[in-house]
């Protein structure tokens, strides 16, 4: 078994930069961190975009990255044929992406790292959450219009 040796103590303005086996995060560079991709999807009508943003992340950065990219995937990501079948599918793997997040222990910064990203508000409190309404739509018209051929036969 290997032991870590015990962190030194840091002089006034200077911190011991403890350093977790996960290493830091891209954005803050606080640590424990897990890598990571979040992702995210815009269906542009004729076109699609696929986006993404990689990793390490702590678990402040990472939920802010998974609440900015999913809210994004709400709002545009239905616009496209083939986007209706993505988007749920891109949603879901950023859903598994969150419960990992929320497994990984508080950060611990160094004197003087950069701020978390902003996380804001939960994704059931912004607006973006409104872009649900697009699938539930589609998805009942074509349901309905099923129910009705099926009953014409």
């Given at each position: 078994m290997t032991e870590f040796p015990a962190p030194q103590s840091a002089a006034y303005g200077q911190s011991a930069n403890l350093v977790f086996p996960g290493g830091c995060c891209r954005h803050c560079g606080a640590s424990p961190s897990v890598k990571a991709k979040v992702r995210g999807h815009r269906g542009l009508i004729v076109l699609m975009q696929f986006r993404s943003l990689d990793g390490p992340f702590?678990?402040?950065?990472?939920?802010a990255a998974v609440r900015s990219m999913s809210a994004q995937t709400l709002w545009l990501g239905w616009w496209s044929g083939l986007s209706l079948l993505i988007a749920p599918i891109v949603l879901l793997m950023n859903m598994a992406l969150?419960?990992?997040?929320?497994?990984?222990?508080?950060p611990l910064r160094a004197y003087g790292s950069r701020p978390p990203?902003?996380?804001?508000?939960?994704?059931?409190?912004?607006?973006?959450?409104?872009?649900?309404?697009?699938?539930l739509v589609v998805s009942t018209l074509f349901v309905t219009a099923l129910v009705r051929d099926l009953a014409a036969l």
């Open positions: 702590c678990r402040d950065c990472g939920i969150r419960i990992r997040f929320n497994g990984l222990e508080p990203l902003d996380a804001g508000r939960p994704l059931y409190q912004r607006f973006a959450i409104v872009g649900l309404v697009v699938p």
